[in-house]
């Protein structure tokens, strides 16, 4: 009965049924065109964040395959890595804040680069004049690239933290993880174990952004994930260039472990807490400063 009534009705109002069927229709498009716009909006600006990080794999593409006068191909790099963190710098794509944090992966990376050479994890096959015990400075830029990323997509993004556990968890969590680099060649690997706590501590953190307008969220944890398997893509690309070699890969370029991607999953995790902190500091000693000054026009 109710097939033969919806007929029926079909039957009586043919312009107005068809009518709600393209309004439907348009509705659906344009659903769908304003999804495929925020998806290139969303798209330019991660792109516009790995500025830093795609001039590092052209570099190593181009000193890979074009001859090199006067410097070897590792002294180049680090020329080139310099040249354009100036320029990041003079251009406004970074800011002096953002180059202090930057530098502050380049320690940390460059410290666990000789630790990591000197255990026989990684080489640098290649001469060059610019390297330390076997490392050349131009790497510690590959994890200084890392943070450049996560400073700019946080800007770009306009990004929030939602639930972020206090200071007092996340900044032994993340010591714990970076320690954990160096203390399991010598004692028992901890990383499985340091992974369950990070999905203990940030299960209910959220990480909110904006894209044309519009605000988005996502576990904090599926982000960790994300950006370390996208990582090891980059580090399968870098590899094959030479920036670095696995000693399987010494006769010839082969596939990074897959394992690598929890390795590298530790590294953001720790690379997003450090940036994250630091960005909270700031917002409270601008608050803090902002508070201050309104006290002390009320009291004159």
Not at 263 to 277: D, H, N
């Amino acid at each position: 009965m109710k097939g033969e009534k919806h007929e029926a009705a079909v039957n009586e109002y043919p312009p107005l049924c068809l009518m709600i069927v393209r309004v439907r229709q348009f509705c659906r498009k344009s659903r769908l065109i304003k999804a495929f716009v925020q998806l290139v909006r969303f798209g330019w600006a991660q792109v516009l964040s790995c500025v830093f990080p795609v001039v590092i794999f052209a570099s190593l593409a181009l000193t890979k395959i074009a001859p090199l006068p006067l410097l070897p191909r590792y002294d180049w790099l680090l020329v080139i890595c310099l040249l354009m963190q100036w320029w990041m710098v003079r251009s406004g794509m970074e800011t002096r804040d953002e180059l202090k944090v930057i530098t502050l992966f380049h320690v940390i990376g460059l410290a666990l680069e000789l630790f990591k050479v000197r255990m026989g994890s990684w080489s640098y096959p290649e001469e060059g004049y610019t390297k330390i015990f076997g490392v050349p400075l131009y790497s510690g830029f590959m994890y200084a690239s890392v943070a450049s990323y996560l400073c700019q997509a946080w800007r770009r993004l306009k990004v929030e933290l939602v639930q972020w556990p206090p200071f007092w968890m996340v900044v032994p969590l993340a010591s714990a993880i970076y320690l954990n680099f160096f203390t399991h060649h010598y004692w028992v690997d901890v990383r499985w174990w340091l992974s369950s706590l990070v999905m203990l501590v940030f299960w209910r953190s959220w990480v909110t952004y904006e894209v044309g307008g519009v605000r988005y969220r996502m576990p904090l944890v599926l982000s960790f994930l994300l950006i370390g398997f996208f990582i090891w893509i980059a580090e399968n690309i870098a590899t094959f260039f030479g920036a670095w070699q696995y000693p399987n890969q010494v006769k010839a370029w082969s596939l990074v472990h897959l394992g690598k991607v929890s390795s590298w999953c530790l590294l953001v995790i720790v690379s997003f807490l450090i940036v994250a902190t630091l960005k909270q500091v700031k917002t409270m000693a601008v608050t803090g400063a902002v508070e201050r000054s309104h006290e002390d026009g009320k009291s004159l």
